[in-house]
């Protein structure tokens, strides 16, 4: 019987790193011992973790509660942590790290040329974790692959050659949470990628679908989406509909047997559009269970909407922090 490919892959990446003295016995060992208590594809129990990105942080006194998780973005080369990211970890709250590929290609990557880079960042996301008392933390590869930004750096079959050797590297130092580390993987496009071809608009088509990203149930723990209702600042309205941004996503995760996170969510801050839309979201994600995570994405966006959390549409997300289905939490 033939071994398979990306097993194969995960071999030949762990010889390369003992032969490069990047990661020693001794090290895997101590990586191994320290068992996750996560013991589920997304390493949460209790509801949906309530979360968002650092301007979300910025507001967190008037939500009346702390964040169970908080969006954060590195590109490769990139220490972790910074300051801010051990101030997060120390209250308890668990992060999601999207890792970048920056000037590097997918082609790079995939060769093995970035290696001590990216091993170096995940060994410190799964070392911080163990240090925090966190049962899970998350790392997400080139977030956002489909969006039209990204494709220079190289085709969606080179994108899932990529995400293989990022992944094996962490398997092979024994990081991810099913082999005694911390590390779950979520895949994260823009909610356009997981829309039906039927559905979609001409220029939707460029964004490719979300199967042509996967790398495999092997690979991937976690699928998720950026999405924004972004009425009254750039059209069409149909965004405004969180059924329209995420029933795809929940979808082609319903399809695959896996959790999904809404890993950046927000609408645009003018009249009643906020708090309408963070209503809606706290109904949806509520309303399906494979929903684990969401996070508010607070800050300006393209053209003229601006996401940043103002008025009426803190108040609304804070009524939806406090409700029973975003008591979510990781296991400690």
């Given at each position: 019987m033939s071994m398979?490919?990306?097993?194969?892959l995960?071999?030949v990446?762990a010889?390369?790193i003992?032969?490069?003295g990047?990661?020693?016995a001794?090290t895997v060992g101590?990586?191994?011992?320290a068992?996750?208590?996560?013991?589920?594809r997304s390493?949460?129990?209790?509801g949906?973790?309530?979360?968002g990105n650092?301007d979300v942080l910025r507001?967190?006194?008037?939500?009346?509660r702390k964040?169970?998780?908080?969006?954060e973005y590195?590109?490769?080369?990139?220490n972790f942590?910074?300051?801010a990211d051990?101030a997060i970890?120390?209250?308890g709250?668990?992060i999601?790290?999207?890792?970048?590929?920056g000037?590097?290609d997918?082609?790079?990557?995939a060769?093995?040329?970035?290696?001590?880079?990216?091993?170096?960042?995940?060994?410190s996301?799964?070392?911080?974790a163990?240090a925090?008392?966190l049962g899970a933390i998350y790392?997400?590869?080139e977030?956002?692959a489909s969006?039209a930004?990204h494709?220079a750096?190289?085709?969606?079959?080179?994108?899932?050659?990529a995400?293989?050797?990022?992944?094996a590297?962490?398997?092979?130092?024994h990081?991810d949470?099913?082999?005694g580390?911390r590390?779950?993987?979520v895949?994260i496009?823009?909610?356009?990628?997981y829309l039906?071809?039927?559905?979609?608009?001409r220029?939707?088509l460029?964004?490719?679908?979300a199967?042509?990203?996967?790398a495999g149930?092997?690979?991937v723990?976690?699928?998720?989406?950026?999405?924004?209702?972004?009425r009254?600042?750039t059209?069409?309205?149909?965004s405004?509909?969180?059924?329209y941004?995420?029933?795809?996503?929940?979808s082609?995760?319903?399809?695959r047997?896996?959790?999904?996170f809404?890993?950046?969510?927000g609408a645009?801050?003018?009249?009643a559009?906020?708090p309408?839309?963070v209503?809606?979201m706290?109904a949806f994600?509520?309303?399906h269970p494979?929903?684990?995570a969401a996070?508010?994405?607070?800050?300006r966006?393209?053209?003229?909407?601006?996401?940043?959390?103002k008025?009426?549409?803190i108040s609304a997300?804070a009524?939806?922090?406090?409700?029973?289905?975003?008591g979510?939490?990781i296991?400690?």
């Open positions: 398979p490919k990306r097993t194969l995960t071999i990446v010889i390369a003992g032969l490069s990047l990661l020693t001794a101590n990586v191994a011992a068992k996750s208590p996560g013991g589920s390493g949460v129990a209790g949906v973790l309530f979360g650092a507001v967190d006194g008037q939500l009346g964040l169970a998780i908080v969006r590195f590109r490769i080369g990139n942590p910074w300051p051990r970890m120390a209250k709250t668990t999601l790290a999207s890792l970048d590929a000037r590097y997918y082609a790079s990557i060769a093995g040329h970035e290696d001590a880079k990216i091993i170096s960042f995940l060994r996301l799964n070392k911080s163990v925090y008392h790392v997400s590869f977030h956002e969006a930004g494709r750096l190289g085709s969606p079959a080179e994108f899932v050659k995400w293989d050797r990022v992944h590297l962490a398997a092979a130092a990081l949470w099913n082999q580390g590390l779950h993987w895949l496009l823009s909610w356009r990628t039906p071809r039927k559905v979609r608009t220029w939707q460029k964004s490719g679908f199967s042509q990203y996967f149930r092997n690979e723990d976690i699928v998720a989406a950026d999405g924004y209702d972004t009254r600042c059209p069409p309205a149909q405004a509909n969180p059924r941004l995420f029933d795809p996503l929940v082609f995760a319903h399809s047997g896996l959790p999904v809404i890993s950046e969510w645009n801050a003018r009249d559009v906020q309408s839309f209503r809606g706290k994600v509520t309303h494979a929903v684990a996070l508010y994405w607070s800050g966006g393209r053209s003229s909407c601006n996401f940043t959390l008025g009426n549409g997300l009524a939806m922090g406090r409700s029973s289905g975003l979510g939490h296991a400690r």
